[in-house]
């Protein structure tokens, strides 16, 4: 049962333009969600969060926006760069006050910015 | 500072062998995450460890295991392997628990099973 989904496999898009990365998930009890970046041969990175309490978050050239109504967040890059292209994976946990790390990970988005 | 570090970066191993990873987390952190990535499923949660106890267990055969020592280092086992645990192996350090704690990845362990 995949509570955390990100439909596009992939995603490519022009440099300097905006990339949107996607993501859909089932628990509506989810309190915090994340998004990571990957490069091959590397471990993911944590790039920005957002508390289910909030509708967007943004740290300089990123920004994610959740609807809750509609069990959806996404991730906007903007302006995009060629460095920015690796696996994107959103993911999301159940706090549970505090008493556990545990995130759900989606299955990724490869992002491609071509110069 | 140093990143969480795990070893060794890549192992080949038969079915029917076990094999053990280690996990050194960031200086001061307290918590450690496994996951497994294979192609298609993303990262699936394998356990956490705080302060030397298993706090939460994902949903994997009794094959996988693993420990946290007083330094807060970690391993994980897989023993009588299948082809199906070949993967890359990640593990996450934290300074606490909670998920407004940012978690920090290593470079993984690519397990090869022949």
């Known amino acids: 049962d995949q509570q955390v989904k990100q439909n596009s496999p992939s995603l490519s898009v022009q440099e300097g333009r905006i990339s949107i990365l996607n993501c859909d998930y089932t628990?509506?009890?989810?309190?915090?969600f994340l998004w990571y970046k990957k490069y091959p041969a590397e471990g993911p990175t944590f790039l920005i969060s957002?508390?289910?309490?909030?509708d967007k978050n943004e740290d300089g050239r990123f920004t994610v926006f959740l609807n809750k109504s509609a069990k959806h967040l996404s991730l906007h890059i903007v302006p995009s760069q060629p460095g920015d292209s690796a696996v994107y994976f959103c993911?999301?946990?159940?706090?549970?006050?505090?008493?556990?790390?545990?995130?759900?990970f989606g299955t990724g988005t490869l992002l491609a910015v071509q110069p | 500072k140093a990143g969480v570090t795990q070893t060794p970066r890549y192992l080949i191993k038969t079915r029917g062998q076990q094999v053990t990873l280690s996990c050194s987390p960031i200086?001061?952190?307290?918590?450690v995450s496994w996951y497994q990535q294979t192609p298609g499923q993303g990262l699936q949660f394998l356990f956490e460890y705080f302060s030397e106890t298993q706090r939460n267990k994902g949903n994997f055969p009794g094959r996988f295991s693993g420990r946290q020592f007083s330094n807060s280092r970690s391993e994980m086992n897989v023993s009588t392997l299948e082809l199906g645990d070949s993967a890359l192996y990640l593990c996450?350090?934290?300074?606490?628990?909670?998920?407004?704690?940012?978690?920090?990845f290593g470079d993984g362990t690519r397990l090869s099973i022949l």
């Open positions: 200086s001061g952190h307290r918590s």
């Open positions: 628990n509506s009890m989810f309190d915090y």
């Open positions: 993911a999301a946990s159940l706090d549970y006050g505090g008493a556990t790390n545990k995130l759900i």
């Open positions: 957002i508390s289910s309490i909030k």
């Open positions: 996450a350090s934290s300074l606490d628990l909670g998920s407004n704690q940012p978690q920090h």
